[in-house]
Nanobody, 123 residues
């Protein structure tokens, strides 16, 4: 099993940037594909970005393409979500998740989840 924990959330003005980090422990990090999801109040959890075990291939939800970047450092057991040009509609709790699948973009395909970190974008 792997444990994951997010950090880096906070309050930022529209147009600003944040970098979220997700630290993994307990199992071989490079065995897992990683994903970022978010959930706004009253809404379902939605896919944001994901990668493959090597980080060589990435996927993004349409509304974040060109603004968000997922990357990983397998030596440090960390996956990042760099978020630029933030908008108020990006406000949500952001979750990191891990899967043994080679790739995944829906919540049910992920096995391990962090507790989430709040991102608030003010207008």
């Amino acid at each position: 099993q792997v444990q994951v924990a997010e950090s880096g959330g906070g309050l930022v003005q529209a147009g600003g940037s944040l970098r979220l980090s997700c630290h993994a422990s307990g199992d071989t990090f490079s065995s897992y594909a990683m994903g970022w999801f978010r959930q706004a109040p009253g809404k379902e959890r939605e896919f944001v970005a994901s990668d493959t075990r090597s980080g060589g291939i990435t996927w993004y939800e349409d509304s974040v393409k060109g603004r968000f970047t997922i990357s990983r450092d397998n030596a440090k057991n960390i996956v990042y979500l760099q978020m630029n040009s933030l908008k108020p509609e990006d406000t949500a709790v952001y979750y990191c998740a891990a899967t043994l699948r080679s790739r995944a973009t829906i919540p049910n395909e992920y096995d391990y989840w962090g507790q989430g970190t709040q991102v608030t974008v003010s207008s």
